[in-house]
């Protein structure tokens, strides 16, 4: 495996200035990225004296860590949260989308979602690159009168409130701030697989399929002149006909937002859900994943936004490069944690594992 680079830059994003080399010097260290936002956490522990220590609280905050496997830039982000201990300092610097957290954006709004997040980078993401052309073009509209909800708030809060609206045909959409500070707004998609595995090149590997998780008829909750209105209820004929039961899901209330915005929030959920998909339990890919050619790669390089598949997991039904969510080997990645010390990493597939812990992690 490549030996990665890992370089403290000056917080001036115009002029970046190398400060030091921390690839040599930095133990416990893991980097992880995640949908919605890009590049995650980056957590390590470095030695040094009490008078270093100091050093980086008082000078190196917000500064900028980039990490690389030679040209590919495998993490960007910015220092935050310092911890100093007995001989040593623990470090944790978070993607360029905890930037987003900055600012409040309180400028009226009635557009395509993709049209609103622009002009929210614009006016209230000065860390964020001005390259907007990887934002793709949403059919879903939202409007700022709708509810107080919908403004004076960070830019990260506003996106994350606006996903669920970005289409009227059921697909999903996410938002993440990838190399060189990007911003990047795509539709999810399993068109292609990016990384093969095989079940022996994992350290650990277990999904669960629950049938409680079905639902194939749904219909939402939302507020219209000021009382509870509810959208028309769609089924999944497919879906009722292939397990023989219809499971209805009341998305909760979404305040009040248009009708189409209702329907669209309704059309999401039952396209995630008219089938049954795995729960996570636990995949940790070891040092090693391929592409299409079969060429290794380190697993560093596996991102949240990849789809994955697990060749020998179930026969093959048909070509690899003919890819479905199909819940049984084939897996769009939503969360990857890689631990640097032991050449591994942890994948979030697009289920998760319906644990108490789990939801708990979610609300705090």
């Excluded at 936002?37 to 860590?65: C, D, M, P, Q």
């Excluded at 623990?90 to 905890?98: E, F, I, L």
């Excluded at 960070?154 to 959409?173: K, Y």
């Excluded at 049984?328 to 631990?339: D, G, K, V």
Aim: net charge negative; hydrophobic share 40%; charged share 25%.
């Amino acid at each position: 495996m490549n030996k990665l680079q890992i370089q403290l830059f000056n917080a001036d994003l115009a002029t970046p200035i190398l400060q030091t080399d921390l690839s040599n010097r930095i133990e416990n260290a893991h980097f992880g990225t995640k949908l919605p936002g890009g590049f995650n956490l980056f957590k390590f522990s470095i030695k040094g004296t009490l008078a270093e220590s100091w050093r980086w609280i008082t000078e190196r905050v917000f500064y900028r860590i980039v990490i690389r496997d030679g040209e590919q830039i495998l993490w960007e982000g910015r220092v935050q949260d310092i911890a100093p201990e007995a001989g040593t300092v623990a470090v944790t610097a978070y993607g360029y989308y905890s930037s987003m957290n900055d600012g409040k954006y309180s400028t009226a709004y009635d557009d395509l979602v993709s049209v609103v997040i622009k002009a929210i980078l614009t006016a209230q993401c000065p860390q964020i690159s001005s390259d907007q052309t990887n934002i793709d073009a949403t059919n879903g509209s939202i409007d700022s009168a709708a509810g107080a909800e919908y403004l004076d708030k960070s830019p990260r809060e506003l996106i994350e409130q606006m996903l669920p609206f970005a289409d009227t045909d059921g697909h999903t959409w996410y938002f993440a701030i990838w190399d060189d500070r990007i911003p990047y707004l795509f539709e999810r998609s399993t068109s292609t697989v990016d990384w093969f595995v095989r079940l022996a090149d994992l350290k650990r590997f277990r999904l669960r399929h629950r049938a409680s998780d079905l639902w194939n008829a749904c219909y939402a909750v939302y507020e219209a002149g000021g009382a509870i209105a509810r959208t028309a209820t769609s089924t999944n004929a497919n879906s009722v006909t292939k397990y023989g039961v219809t499971r209805t899901y009341a998305v909760p209330n979404l305040g009040a937002v248009a009708a189409a915005a209702a329907q669209a929030q309704r059309d999401t959920w039952l396209a995630n859900h008219y089938e049954i998909y795995p729960s996570l339990e636990d995949i940790v890919l070891g040092d090693r994943v391929y592409d299409s050619n079969m060429k290794a790669y380190p697993s560093s390089w596996v991102r949240a936004g990849d789809v994955i598949q697990v060749i020998d997991l179930v026969p093959v039904s048909g070509d690899l490069d003919t890819v479905v969510r199909d819940a049984l080997r084939t897996f769009y990645i939503l969360e990857t944690e890689y631990s640097i010390d032991k050449g591994e990493s942890r994948i979030s597939v697009d289920t998760e594992k319906k644990s108490l812990d789990a939801i708990l992690a979610k609300e705090l």
